[in-house]
């Protein structure tokens, strides 16, 4: 048993890699594509938009992952973001809206495109994401909040980004970064308290954006309780099936 638990695990670590490796990408939009992915926490959207971003070469722009390196760093937004993300508050929508801003600007992003995953979360947000471009194709990934919270429970991240999970997702190295060898930990807002209010948070004003997608014809939406690399694939599928037109809305 316990054989065939280890077999699993490192059979979907290499499955995941694989998949992110295939090239060249299988999307050629005539545009760049703009796309935001949406879950409640712990749904996985982090770890799925990774995938995206290696599998179609679009630039990942996570707000966390922005905020919490500004942390680490100390900078003056990150001093300021600090109280928020630890309470699992929202930081102010000025905050967001002008680190996004900035981020969609860059040369890089502007050819490649990019996925947007924590972003848009507010009906301001929403808004300011409008002014800037909005985007092609949102993504959806659905999962209970009861299978969320269990998953949050074992999460580890790193300060570049990459999230793991002692079960679903073990790193290579207990404790360390798989993709920089950094120190795994915890996240402050991975304890009960605030995962409630992340939750909360979600339903009440982020979800509300989702239907907005919906309505507009350019959501995708995919389970997202099957094992990494089946939720990945049934998105890719998905993608190729909404194709070069969901790009070109
Ligand atoms: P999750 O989706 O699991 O809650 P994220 O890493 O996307 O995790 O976000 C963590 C925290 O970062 C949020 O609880 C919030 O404090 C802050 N944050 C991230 N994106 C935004 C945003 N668009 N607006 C306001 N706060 C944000
Ligand atoms: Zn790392």
């Not at 699993?8 to 998949?19: D, E, F, L, P, Q």
């Not at 290696?54 to 680490?72: F, M, P």
């Not at 699992?88 to 040369?107: C, E, F, I, M, Q």
């Not at 089946?230 to 909404?242: C, D, H, I, K, T």
């Amino acid at each position: 048993m316990v054989f065939v638990r280890v077999f699993c695990y490192s059979a979907v670590t290499s499955t995941i890699a694989r998949m992110a490796r295939r090239q060249p990408p299988t999307l050629r939009p005539f545009a760049p594509p703009r796309l935001v992915i949406f879950g409640v926490p712990g749904s996985g959207k982090g770890t799925q938009a990774e995938l995206v971003a290696r599998r179609y070469g679009v630039r990942h722009i996570s707000t966390g992952t922005i905020l919490r390196s500004e942390i680490s760093r100390r900078t003056v937004l990150g001093q300021r973001a600090r109280r928020y993300l630890a309470a699992g508050k929202l930081v102010p929508d000025s905050v967001t809206n002008a680190l996004v801003a900035k981020h969609l600007r860059t040369a890089t992003v502007r050819r490649r495109g990019f996925i947007l995953d924590g972003y848009p979360r507010t009906r301001r947000q929403l808004n300011a994401l409008e002014r800037m471009g909005g985007v092609t194709l949102a993504v959806e990934i659905a999962l209970t909040d009861a299978a969320a919270v269990h998953r949050i429970s074992g999460r580890q991240n790193c300060v570049c980004g990459a999230s793991y999970h002692a079960a679903y997702h073990p790193p290579k190295r207990p404790g360390g970064c798989d993709r920089c060898g950094r120190r795994l930990f915890t996240r402050d807002d991975d304890r009960p308290g605030p995962v409630r209010r992340r939750i909360r948070i979600y339903h009440r004003q982020t979800a509300p954006h989702v239907r907005h997608y919906r309505r507009h014809g350019v959501l995708v939406t995919v389970d997202g309780q099957p094992a990494i690399a089946e939720v990945f694939s049934s998105l890719v599928g998905r993608l190729r099936r909404v194709g070069w037109r969901a790009h070109r809305v």
